[in-house]
């Protein structure tokens, strides 16, 4: 089966500018999860979906950072104003209904802040 | 709180060596632990895991046994091969309906032929 998709796969941009990266969760996983994670760090969790509904936010900077996830398939994260701060490796994953300890993750975005 | 404190990097290792990378955690209740391998360029993989006291996750050569005197769940391998060098993950699993995943901060592993 098809494994997590995200893009792009690296960006580069200036700071105050916005961004988005986008996840195609594996076929029929109903949990998707958006991580950061900071060079030399363990990734940390932002955002979980359980299909279109928000499970848990609480690590989310909502003052510039937001995430939908549409008709449950597809999710975007967005970053507007981008801080130097927000360098890091953004990381999609999804897991199963009946398997949400074992999750499978995307290779990952790689954001640089200039 | 919950947390994960993995043993520091890099880990230098000659090719067929018995590799420890130590893990301990700190959690209410008895939390599922798991260990994740990045390889370069790469995605996370769970590697393996144990979900209660006393179990051993094994995997491609690689073991854990979850010890809940120690708190700790340390990963080993008898031999390690060139194509084992990665940044290696412990992470526990909350007890609660979100089934977040806590990371420790990673141990790079180099494997020299």
């Known amino acids: 089966e098809a494994g997590v998709a995200q893009s792009p796969r690296y960006k580069i941009i200036e700071k105050r500018q916005s961004v988005a990266f986008w996840c195609n969760p594996i076929?029929?996983?109903?949990?998707l999860y958006w991580y950061q994670q900071i060079l030399g760090q363990g990734p940390k969790l932002l955002i979980q979906f359980q299909n279109n509904g928000v499970v848990d936010d609480s690590q989310l900077p909502k003052d510039r950072f937001s995430a939908e996830r549409l008709k449950g398939v597809d999710s975007t994260l967005k970053i507007q104003p981008a801080k130097l701060e927000d360098s890091a490796v953004y990381l999609c994953?999804?897991?199963?209904?009946?398997?949400?300890?074992?999750?499978?993750f995307g290779p990952g975005t790689r954001l640089t802040v200039t | 709180g919950n947390s994960v404190t993995q043993m520091e990097g890099p880990v230098t290792l000659s090719e067929e060596a018995f590799l420890t990378i130590n893990c301990t955690y700190t959690a209410t209740g008895y939390p599922s632990l798991f260990w994740y391998v990045q390889y370069p360029g790469e995605g996370l993989q769970l590697l393996l895991k144990a979900t209660k006291a006393d179990d051993k996750g094994s995997n491609k050569g690689f073991e854990a046994t979850y010890r809940k005197e120690t708190t700790s769940f340390h990963l080993e391998k008898g031999s390690v091969q060139v194509s084992d060098s990665a940044v290696y993950f412990c992470?526990?699993?909350?007890?609660?309906?979100?089934?977040?995943?806590?990371f420790g901060s990673g141990t790079r592993l180099l494997v020299r032929p």
């Open positions: 992470a526990l699993k909350r007890l609660d309906s979100s089934y977040k995943l806590i």
């Open positions: 076929s029929g996983h109903a949990t």
């Open positions: 994953a999804s897991s199963s209904t009946s398997r949400r300890y074992e999750q499978y």
